[in-house]
């Protein structure tokens, strides 16, 4: 391992515990909660994990459903809102807290545990869902969804947190595996449910009755959380000492850098230009400073797998943007028959997942995560091969199955190499460092196959009014959809790459 490796943050040891108030696992890789020598106890359903492996898959099942569920219910809150305007900043607004509140929840894990942003961040979510809920104007639906970002980026690094401290090493392919599974069933039921309680109901309801729900798997895994390794606190402050480290100060600049690039990418005018330049110089540096140090250069071991997440989940999310947007206008599908074309892939994340989790597996899985980037590249590279009025429009829906599949390769692996690179007082940073740079690299590569899109034509296709015949396609140059999927299959091949020669 390099200076560059998991020992090394680029950011200093200011922003840790003091002397004296380390982890009591600091010195090796805490117990689990079972004593796993020679692999006594068993799977991660076994008798001493079910039910924290249960309360974990709900709790991500209940985030996963949740954002399925937004996404279809979002277009009714802000008509009924008088929202449209501000409709970006329902899903911005998330983003941006969540930011922040992963590098809150690393920093605070790594010094008291993951209970506290664990518990705190379902409490958050909740109490954000409820706000919205009850906006009666779109300022107010804009802050519950920054709450629920608030609540979601505090989850999510602190679940990570908890399979490093409650699962022994062999075990954490598997608990990977079940992170992306929970996605698949609400990805597939979840904008139907949301859509039906919409119509009959109203859209509060998508937002009401999610709350009640995380309560049980809470009940179930309470008593495996109370059995992990506890952290001795510092002498003094506390969370309000979480906060002000330099770490989430850093990711307070991000956060607001972010907000700031949005809201000017949305405003394109000369008076955008001033928050632009600002977003920019507090999102750019931060950035450096808070993901480990050699990212940017793909530096060997734990920086190339950070890397590695935000290439490949913008890769995906950016090509995966415009594919309904492509069978809509070229090809003349409906918007729910363009929807379904991707549903194959998250049943095949899934399988991919699972295949990860194989014990014969696990000295190749740098290799699974460049043989995951390939078949997305593979995926992607197929997708505009639809543009073609002799192709059938199946080769989409087959492509994404087959990207699905390497994704499942991928990101699962990269969790559990995080955790293998990590040591247990850097887990819950280095999970929030993971987690941002997926964050980022969705923005990142939108972003940029939004300025493609445009740069080669595509814009004119918000001109065109609705085609009178259901079905129908709209005129539209189908050399801006070429553009966005040749640049995205570059950056899946270049973290192909990365996964190649640089993992190790």
């Known amino acids: ?38 692999g006594q106890g068993g799977g991660i359903l076994g008798r001493a994990y079910r ?63 993951p209970l506290g942003p664990l518990f705190s961040g379902i409490a958050a979510f909740g109490a954000g869902l409820l706000i919205a809920a009850d906006a009666g104007s779109m300022g107010k639906f804009i802050v519950g969804r920054g709450v629920q970002g608030v609540g979601g980026g505090l989850v999510v690094v602190a679940l990570y947190v908890v399979v490093g401290r409650a699962y022994p090493e062999r075990l954490r392919p598997s608990i990977m595996a079940s992170f992306s599974a929970a996605w698949v069933l609400p990805v597939i039921v979840g904008p139907l449910v949301a859509g039906t309680v919409t119509e009959q109901f109203g859209w509060r309801w998508v937002f009401l009755a999610i709350p009640v729900l995380i309560l049980p798997p809470l009940v179930v895994m309470l008593p495996a959380l109370r059995k992990l390794p506890r952290n001795r606190p510092g002498p003094s402050g ?11 100060l850093l990711a307070l600049a991000v956060a607001v850098g972010a907000c700031l690039l949005q809201y000017a990418g949305q405003h394109p005018s000369w008076s955008a230009l001033l928050p632009a330049a600002v977003g920019l110089a507090l999102l750019a540096p931060a950035i450096v400073r808070l993901l480990p140090r050699g990212t940017f250069r793909a530096a060997r071991g734990l920086p190339s ?87 059938p429009v199946g080769i989409v829906a087959a492509a994404w199955t087959l990207g699905g599949f390497g994704m499942g390769l991928n990101i699962s692996s990269a969790g559990v190499l995080l955790l293998k690179l990590s040591r247990p007082e850097e887990a819950g940073s280095n999970s ?29 296709i918000a001109t065109h009014s609705a085609p009178t015949v259901v079905g129908a396609a709209t005129a539209s140059n189908p050399a801006a959809f070429v553009a966005v999927f040749a640049t995205m299959t570059a950056v899946a091949l270049g973290a192909g790459a990365v996964a190649a020669y640089r993992l190790k």
Do not use: K
């Not at 809150?77 to 929840?105: E, K, N, P, Q, V």
């Not at 969370?239 to 989430?248: A, E, M, N, P, Y």
């Not at 950070?306 to 947007?325: D, M, N, T, Y």
């Open 238 to 248: 506390g969370v309000r000492q979480v906060l002000g480290s330099r770490r989430c």
């Open 51 to 113: 039910a924290l492996t249960f309360g974990i898959i709900s709790v991500v099942s209940l985030i996963a459903f949740e954002a399925s569920a937004v996404n279809t219910a979002m277009p009714a809150a802000a008509r009924a809102l008088d929202g449209i305007g501000l409709y970006a900043f329902g899903f911005s607004a998330f983003f941006t807290a969540s930011l922040f509140a992963m590098a809150l929840a690393g920093e605070w894990s790594d010094q008291r545990g």
């Open 305 to 391: 797998v950070v890397l590695l997440r935000g290439l490949a989940a913008g890769a995906l999310v950016a090509a995966e943007s415009f594919i309904p947007l492509m069978l809509v206008t070229q090809r003349g599908l409906s918007a729910t028959l363009a929807g379904l074309s991707l549903t194959g892939g998250g049943l095949t994340w899934a399988l991919g997942s699972y295949v990860q989790t194989r014990p014969r597996l696990e000295p190749y899985r740098e290799r699974l995560m460049g043989l995951g980037m390939v078949l997305l590249a593979v995926a992607i590279a197929l997708v505009p091969l639809a543009l073609i009025d002799e192709v």
């Open 1 to 38: 391992m390099t200076a560059d490796g998991p020992h090394d943050h680029g950011i200093g040891t200011d922003d840790g515990a003091p002397p004296g108030a380390e982890s009591t696992a600091t010195a090796a890789h805490p117990a689990p909660l079972a004593d796993d020598r020679g």
């Open 432 to 460: 929030a460092s993971l987690q941002m740079s997926d964050a980022l690299g969705n923005v990142t590569f939108v972003g940029l196959g939004g300025v493609l899109f445009v740069a080669f034509g595509g814009g004119s």
